[in-house]
């Protein structure tokens, strides 16, 4: 097993992922982050302690081009990634019923597509060292439906793919599951957007939440985290579900 703990976090610009870039910076992790905006990028490792080893890809991952180009500049530089947290997704705009190809198409490429290519391109590193542990940011919407339809697919399709590759992956010490959590905000985030445009539907699902607010993504970075610093791999193939009590 290797001894340093190396973890590709997407999507770590903003949101979810660039607080786990700091909870997992504070557990004395090396980085790989990426991101489309390289300012935020910048402006992240500044404030993450052991800056001079983190690593940063810009670039956008549903181009496939750039997509294999970072896979090949990780390898090239042989800082083959023991963990990775997959927190780049989102919905888009017009995902309603009637779906739409394009829309559910784009819904599986940034929600599924990309994760599988680069577990694809980094799975045989941890098999062979026999260690890794693999999160997918999936969304409780997935399991309740109670999201757009083309998101909520795809997600369900992170799910099911979570169970099917924990049966093959365990046996190699390589933990994969999957964090399902439900509405959490932040700056930019679409609830952030809601709060300012519809503040009426925004304070009628505040009112919903047992906790009287949203998560905040530092909850969901805390708990990730927790979960690739266990040696257990017990939670192999889990659907977690952090809601709140909701």
Not at 2 to 10: D, G, R
Request: charged content about 20%; proline content about 4%.
């Amino acid at each position: 097993m290797s001894s340093q703990k190396i973890a590709l976090i997407t999507g770590s610009s903003q949101g979810l992922g660039f607080e786990l870039a700091k909870s997992l910076d504070r557990n004395n992790m090396r980085l790989i982050l990426t991101g489309r905006s390289l300012p935020k990028l910048k402006a992240l490792l500044q404030q993450l302690s052991s800056k001079k080893t983190h690593v940063i890809f810009h670039g956008d991952l549903t181009d496939d081009t750039e997509l294999q180009k970072m896979i090949d500049n990780i390898k090239n530089q042989q800082i083959y990634p023991n963990i990775i947290i997959h927190s780049l997704g989102k919905s888009f705009e017009g995902d309603e019923f009637p779906v739409k190809k394009d829309i559910l198409r784009k819904s599986m490429q940034i929600n599924l597509e990309i994760a599988l290519e680069l577990n694809n391109a980094f799975l045989p590193y941890m098999m062979q060292n026999q260690f890794g542990r693999i999160v997918h940011i999936s969304s409780d919407g997935s399991l309740t439906g109670r999201c757009a339809p083309a998101y909520a697919a795809a997600k369900s399709a992170v799910n099911a793919y979570v169970k099917s590759a924990a049966r093959y992956y365990t046996k190699y010490n390589v933990m994969l599951c999957a964090v399902l959590p439900n509405v959490f905000e932040h700056e930019n985030s679409a609830w952030a957007e809601k709060k300012r445009l519809q503040p009426e539907y925004y304070q009628q699902r505040i009112s919903q939440m047992p906790m009287g607010r949203f998560a905040h993504p530092a909850e969901i970075a805390s708990y990730v985290t927790d979960l690739v610093c266990n040696q257990s791999i017990m939670c192999a193939g889990s659907l977690i579900q952090l809601t709140g009590g909701y």
